[in-house]
């Protein structure tokens, strides 16, 4: 639960892609540690350093409570699902903690 780069001043609206395509050209880019990885969600584009869930396969924790994994593929996505759990919660506690965040104003 660590921010490791803040990007500031996009709308609310804006996609998470082209928020990551502004972060990764700027003149002080966001940079990824080699043989790290950033998670993101299917609305990401593809590049060696952002993970992001296999389309068309089982991906939410719910849809898991009746039976696990059934392939490498679902387990990948199961995983990522509960890591995405705890970006969400992170923002969650962030919003708290300064909730002019979270009122979009």
């Keep these: 639960m660590k921010f490791t780069y803040v990007l500031g001043r996009w709308?609310?609206?804006?996609s998470d892609s082209r928020i990551l395509k502004d972060a990764l050209s700027r003149q002080d880019p966001l940079i990824i540690?080699?043989?790290k990885y950033y998670l993101g969600d299917a609305g990401?584009?593809?590049k060696s350093q952002i993970l992001t869930p296999y389309r068309g396969v089982r991906y939410?924790?719910?849809e898991y409570s009746r039976r696990g994994p059934q392939n490498p593929r679902e387990l990948f996505n199961h995983r990522h699902s509960s890591l995405r759990n705890v970006i969400e919660r992170t923002f969650g506690v962030l919003?708290?903690?300064f909730p002019i965040i979270a009122s979009g104003t």
């Design 60 to 62: 939410h924790l719910k």
């Design 44 to 46: 990401f584009m593809l």
């Design 11 to 14: 709308e609310e609206t804006a």
């Design 33 to 35: 540690p080699q043989g």
């Design 95 to 97: 919003k708290k903690r």
